[in-house]
């Protein structure tokens, strides 16, 4: 990753006039940082797997145990070195299990049972189509891809979280504290990150640009589909277009690319 002379100028000049500025400010300046991110140091790579835009489908039929959920939320952390602090008030979570009640909030009706409430979902990043923590990024560390995908730059991170603020979902995470300390079994291929940064699902893009499917999915026994959902004949477009599926606050209008495939039944 690198940036020229001038995108360098340009973005400490914003990030200095954040001290001055008000939101306007801070809006403007993080949507066109973040465009400038995703044009000029990422892109789709051309030797792995790409898409034009990529989407994930929850079967919720496919997780009835804890270790379905467990399976999927240790492959994350041990292939992105996700520390376990060992508490709540510091977690770091990218893939982890939340009830209806909070996946779904604002969504329920008054009829529903406390046992249906407490259900149990898979939640991420829900890599929207319309990313409000892009916009609120005054640095442009979170940007949106050209594939979809609403992924990250540690270096670029100065800890605002005025991202995390932005986010209706909640799903980004703040290191509190080095979380290096906290990382079970370090996986060396993978950068770890340093107390005061940002982080969340990124879809595996480093996977993805070796032409591996994201590790979550690898070990979701068909619980986790992932695809291309401008391409007909991938999987998540015909599940998509012949089953009833939800996504999370979708009165929101940010259009999550995670749908839930609630009520089971096999894939289309």
Same mark, same amino acid.
């Given at each position: ?19 001055? =500025? =008000? ?6 300046? =993080? ?19 790409? &898409?034009? %835009? ?31 602090? =060992? ?37 991420? /990043? ?6 409000? /923590? ?13 594939? #979809? ?5 540690? %270096?670029? /991170? ?12 909640? &799903? ?54 992932? #695809? ?41």
């Amino acid at each position: 990753m690198s940036i020229n002379r001038r995108q360098f100028l340009r973005r400490a000049g914003i990030v200095t006039a954040l001290g001055l =500025g =008000g939101s306007f400010v801070i809006n403007a300046a =993080g949507s066109k940082l973040a465009e400038a991110a995703a044009e000029s140091t990422y892109g789709t790579s051309t030797q792995g797997l790409a &898409a034009k %835009h990529w989407a994930m489908v929850v079967d919720m039929s496919k997780f009835k145990s804890k270790d379905d959920f467990k399976r999927v939320s240790q492959a994350c952390d041990l292939i992105h070195n996700v520390p376990d602090i =060992g508490n709540t008030k510091d977690e770091i979570k990218w893939i982890w299990e939340d009830d209806y009640e909070h996946t779904f909030s604002g969504g329920e009706n008054e009829y529903l049972t406390e046992s249906f409430k407490e259900l149990p979902f898979v939640v991420m /990043c829900n890599h929207c189509e319309n990313p409000p /923590c892009v916009k609120a990024c005054p640095t442009g560390a979170t940007f949106k891809r050209p594939d #979809g995908i609403v992924d990250m730059d540690y %270096h670029r /991170c100065i800890g605002c979280r005025f991202c995390m603020g932005a986010c209706p979902f909640s &799903a980004r995470s703040f290191n509190f504290r080095n979380p290096r300390p906290f990382i079970k079994e370090n996986n060396p291929d993978y950068p770890t990150r340093t107390q005061g940064v940002v982080e969340k699902c990124i879809f595996c893009v480093e996977r993805l640009a070796k032409g591996q499917k994201p590790a979550c999915v690898e070990v979701s026994k068909g619980g986790l589909i992932f #695809g291309d959902l401008d391409d007909p004949n991938s999987e998540v477009r015909k599940i998509i277009s012949s089953k009833f599926t939800i996504r999370r606050k979708a009165e929101l209008g940010t259009q999550p690319s995670v749908y839930y495939l609630v009520g089971g039944g096999e894939h289309a």
